[in-house]
């Protein structure tokens, strides 16, 4: 059970990993790869603001504008100098590896002994569950303050998106989301779609970033190669949410990339459970999505192929 | 007023591929007016549409839209005074958008876009009253993705979306050739409604002579990148279809006659 309530909080922190992928991948059709940075770029920048003592709190939202920033960058590449999305991406992303290794100054920086937003929550749950309670959840017992993360996290996640689909119905949110329907239209409307990617790919690496700040806090380290993966983790994440969610109004979507996110970490940890080695876990990941991606049109083909027969 | 002066377009200029698509266009159009744009493919017709519009940057000439000069305005700042319809109905309106959304997108045209909400119930209102102006059910319809609908519907609230905030031009390019002929007249008719009420300055591309004939005040034939007739006032309400394909005929002779007398020249003197 402590397993679990573990496994669905690193599910709420990669939904925000998926939320953001939403953002570039569906909303702005841009293949966006800088994700592998930007992820461990958050990390990165949390993690070294709080050994350096500042506030976790303002060390998580310093990550997030970090992330935008490598986002603007890789928007700003591909739309002033015309360079295609996925290598603009693979730019950023590669000189990120460098930068990550100078803000952490090694390859890997420990925060256990440190005070992050987990260990705040934990201080939470000693002072109103008593020190190391233990809770009865439908027969199983388990620490509260892993209860208590998981609450925090869960309304983290609810605030988040909540905030997304708030921004993406105003004037502006929804003039983005034109942008990545039909560029001509919004710009014969008078909208610059070139502001409007840079930004949209900000966004999304704001948030990819805040998810990978805190998972380092909660996992306890930040690793310069933690980011590798998290672009197919992410959309894995996004595929699994639309294939639960047939309706595409705006909330649902985004509802399904966070369930999405959660749940395919739930598939992870019952896969490593089962004895699946870790070592396969990324080119089973990239399998799932592959076949996420080619399944739909193989279907539609044989359904075509019966029709005619 | 839209006045042009000189305007030079080519591309791929230096290969062997070079067109020369607007060669000294020069051409004003009064405030009200409502000017039909002919030509053969390749005339250069919608080039000169899109040259107005901006979605390229002209090689030389000016544009001056109501006294102001957009000739190097990038085209998001050009759609400030110009409402555009595109040839292709899937092009005006964003699919997976709602009509309701969709709508409200035109409705801040060339306008500041900030943190409020788009779907405001001020603007809801609005547009329910503007979508009903059409007859086609589409007011209840306000949520359903714009997508679902036929490129004739989509055509329709594109118009009125471009219209929506009164341009300085309205500029359609050839906006009703993917469109069935019982559709394609419907449009036609919501087009010579909205530009009459409005009494906008229209700029329209067309294939149909028929349209040209029937719609607007003026007709300019367009050929081989230059403006070779221009009809206006009196003697384009003479205008008949026979009679703009005599002239198309006489251009196209013109064209066999240069090559015929570069051949001859050729058999004489090479």
Known sequence: MTLLIGSITIGLI??????????????????????????????????????????????TALAFVGGMLAGAATGFIHTRFKINPLLSGILVMTALYSVNLHVMGKSNVPLLSQNTLFTWFEDFSNNISGKDAMV??????????????????????????????????????????????NDQMIRALGVNTKVMIIAGVALSNGFIALSGSMLAQFQGFADVQMGIGMMVWGLASVIIGEALISENSLGMVIAGAVVGAVLFRLLVAIALRWGMNPNDLKLITAAFVFIALVLPGIMKKTKKIKLIH | MLELSNLYKSFNSGTINEVNALQDVSLTI?????????????????????????????????????????????????????????????????????????????????????????????????????????????????DSPIGKLSGGQRQALTLLMSSWLKPDLLLLDEHTAALDPKTAGKVIELTEQIVTEGKLTTLMVT?????????????????????????????????????????????????????RVAELLELEYV
């Not at chain 2, 221009?230 to 384009?236: A, P």
């Not at chain 2, 309400?237 to 009679?243: N, T």
């Open chain 1, 14 to 59: 990669m939904a925000l990993l998926a939320l953001g992928i939403f953002i570039s991948f569906r909303i702005f059709d841009f293949p966006d790869i800088t994700a592998e940075g930007s992820f461990t770029f958050g990390a990165a920048i949390a993690a070294s603001l709080i050994v350096a003592g500042i506030n976790p709190v303002a060390a």
């Open chain 1, 136 to 181: 009865n959840l439908i027969g199983w017992s388990v620490p509260a303050r892993d209860l208590w993360t998981l609450c925090f996290c869960l309304l983290i996640i609810i605030a988040c998106s909540l905030l997304l689909l708030w921004f993406f119905r105003t004037n502006i949110g929804t003039a983005m989301r034109a942008t990545g329907d």
């Open chain 2, 30 to 142: 009064e405030d009200g007016s409502f000017v039909c744009v002919l030509g053969t493919n390749g005339s250069g017709k919608s080039t000169l549409l899109n040259a107005v519009a901006g979605t390229f940057i002209t090689d030389n000439g000016t544009i001056m839209l109501n006294g102001i000069n957009i000739t190097r305005l990038p085209e998001h700042k050009r759609a400030r005074q110009i409402g555009r319809v595109f040839q292709n109905p899937f092009s005006g309106t964003a699919a997976a958008m709602s009509i309701g959304e969709n709508l409200a997108l035109a409705a801040k045209r060339g306008k500041k876009r900030g943190l409020s909400q788009v779907l405001s119930s001020s603007i809801l209102r609005a547009l329910k009253e503007k979508v009903k102006t059409l007859n086609m059910g589409l007011e209840d319809r306000l």
């Open chain 2, 207 to 259: 294939h149909s002579m028929q349209q040209a004939v029937n719609l607007g005040d003026r007709i300019i034939m367009m050929h081989q990148g230059r403006i070779r007739y221009d009809f206006r006032g009196e003697e384009k309400k003479r205008m008949k279809v026979p009679d703009l394909l005599f002239l198309f005929d006489e251009l196209r002779r013109k064209d066999q006659i240069d090559k």
